[in-house]
């Protein structure tokens, strides 16, 4: 995993929690990191970005 994806993990994690907050009820999270992505779109958990990746979901 690249360093970035858990920088970009948190970024996404604190821009649906800004979103949230403010009752927008549909959003669309563009990254150019495929290997966050993929983790977003699966139901697999790296054990590094587990606690991010459970907020997120």
Avoid at 16 to 28: D, E, H, M, P
């Amino acid at each position: 995993m690249q360093l970035g994806t858990p920088l970009q993990a948190l970024a996404v994690k604190a821009a649906l929690t800004a979103a949230t907050s403010s009752q927008v009820c549909s959003i669309r999270v563009y990254s150019d990191s495929k290997s966050l992505i993929k983790l977003l779109n699966s139901q697999d958990c790296d054990v590094s970005l587990k606690g991010v990746l459970h907020d997120i979901n």
